[in-house]
C-alpha cells in the first residue's frame, strides 16, 4: 500500500528563520512553498530526494493562526516533529482498507494538500502516537 516516505512534517514558529537552517545543515533545497488555508499553514519543502515512486521531503509548517493543529501543537509541545506523511498510489483504496480495519480517518475522504496533491490524516491514538497522513501525489508530481 506505501511506496514511500513523502515527507516528515516539522512544526517551526517561522519558515523565514527555519528553512535556511535546514538548507544549510543538510545541503537541502526549498523547492516549493504554498499556504494551505483548510490546514491552517505555511508550509515549505524541501526535496530530500527524487525516487521512481515520487520525492521525499522536509516539510516545514508555519501556523497561520493560534486555532489550527499545528498552532495548538507548537503552544503545547513547541517545535518538533508533527506527522510523518507516506505516499500511495491510490488513498481511496488506502482509506477503504483502514477503514475496514477500524482505524480512527481524521479525513474520510481525501482532501487537498501540497502541489495539487490528494491528502488525508489518520489519528495518531490508533498509531503510536504519530499523526500520520498519506499522499497520492497528483499526476506529474
Ligand atoms: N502528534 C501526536 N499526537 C498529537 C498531535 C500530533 N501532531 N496533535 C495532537 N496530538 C494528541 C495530543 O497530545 C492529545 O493527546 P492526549 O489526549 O493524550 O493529551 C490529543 O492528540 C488531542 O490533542 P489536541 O491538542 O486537543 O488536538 P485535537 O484533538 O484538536 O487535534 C488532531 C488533533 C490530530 C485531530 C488534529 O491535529 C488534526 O486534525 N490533524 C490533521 C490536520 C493537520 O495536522 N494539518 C496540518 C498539517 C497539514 C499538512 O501536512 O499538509
Ligand atoms: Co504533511
Not at 57 to 67: A, K
Not at 87 to 113: C, M
Amino acid at each position: 500500500m506505501l511506496t514511500r516516505i513523502d515527507h516528515v512534517g516539522i512544526a517551526v514558529a517561522s519558515l523565514t528563520e527555519t528553512i535556511p537552517i535546514y538548507e544549510q545543515a543538510f545541503n537541502l533545497k526549498c523547492v516549493h512553498q504554498e499556504t494551505n488555508e483548510r490546514q491552517g499553514v505555511r508550509e515549505a519543502m524541501l526535496l530530500v530526494h527524487s525516487g521512481d515512486t515520487g520525492g521525499s521531503y522536509v516539510q516545514l509548517l508555519e501556523p497561520i493562526r493560534d486555532d489550527t493543529p499545528v498552532g495548538k501543537f507548537l503552544a503545547k509541545r513547541g517545535p518538533g516533529i508533527h506527522h510523518i506523511a507516506y505516499g500511495v498510489d491510490d488513498i481511496d483504496a488506502a482509506l477503504a482498507s483502514l477503514t475496514v480495519g477500524g482505524f480512527d480517518l481524521v479525513n474520510k475522504t481525501p482532501v487537498h494538500g501540497t502541489s495539487g496533491s490528494r491528502i488525508a490524516f489518520i489519528h495518531p491514538k490508533g498509531l503510536g502516537g504519530v499523526l500520520t497522513e498519506l499522499v497520492e501525489a497528483a499526476a506529474g508530481h
